[in-house]
């Protein structure tokens, strides 16, 4: 599988590792590598968190701290109090353009992204933080309706997290739990298998 980043083309293939029961499983072609941390900011849309979600995502975001710096950040959902899909999509694709520097390496959650493997998840944050430019890894979890074109144009690769649609608090959950998988696949730690 490949995937474009900006005008350059990564390579997620993935290497092939024998267990001790001589079942062959596949890892990150950049476990036990020295990997650049960029600073993750995750981009959300939505107001409040519920409690349960809320302490979920704060023991995953502790549990990333050690392996690079991790930023929970949310964008107001419709800030307009907008009926239209339209309106709402594009005041809230404002608000992340708003936050994106030129030299970020931007990843949208989209339900048509790309459908990646954990393995593959550290794979692209080893791509980001060895061969991307930019000073920041930010994923942007859209409202409701979505993402809008210019995040859509603006974004280096756009991934789903299921091909099930989830709302914006469980694909936050799923999406923290994902990039601790990721660094301890990196790191060669235990917690993946």
């Not at 980043?5 to 990564?10: D, E, W």
């Not at 990150?28 to 650049?36: D, H, M, P, R, T």
């Not at 593959?120 to 979505?146: H, M, P, Q, T, W």
Request: aromatic residues 6%.
């Amino acid at each position: 599988m490949a995937m474009c980043v900006l005008n350059t083309t990564f390579n997620m293939t993935s290497q092939c590792h024998v267990t001790r029961a001589g079942a062959k499983t596949r890892g990150s072609k950049y476990a036990g590598q020295s990997i650049k941390p960029l600073p993750i900011h995750i981009l959300t849309v939505g107001k409040t968190r519920s409690p349960g979600v809320q302490l979920i995502v704060k023991d995953y975001m502790d549990k990333l701290k050690p392996y690079c710096p991790v930023h929970d950040l949310r964008i107001r959902s419709n800030p307009k109090n907008s009926s239209d899909a339209r309106v709402q999509i594009e005041n809230e694709e404002m608000g992340f353009m708003n936050f994106i520097k030129p030299d970020d390496w931007v990843v949208m959650l989209d339900e048509n992204g790309l459908d990646l493997r954990s393995e593959e998840v550290a794979d692209l944050i080893g791509d980001a933080g060895n061969k991307a430019s930019g000073s920041r890894l930010v994923f942007c979890i859209g409202g409701a309706y979505g993402h809008g074109m210019k995040l859509r144009d603006r974004a280096n690769v756009k991934v789903k997290l299921s091909s099930l649609v989830l709302n914006h608090e469980i694909a936050l959950v799923v999406l923290v739990e994902q990039l601790y998988r990721a660094w301890t696949i990196l790191k060669g730690q235990k917690y993946h298998h």
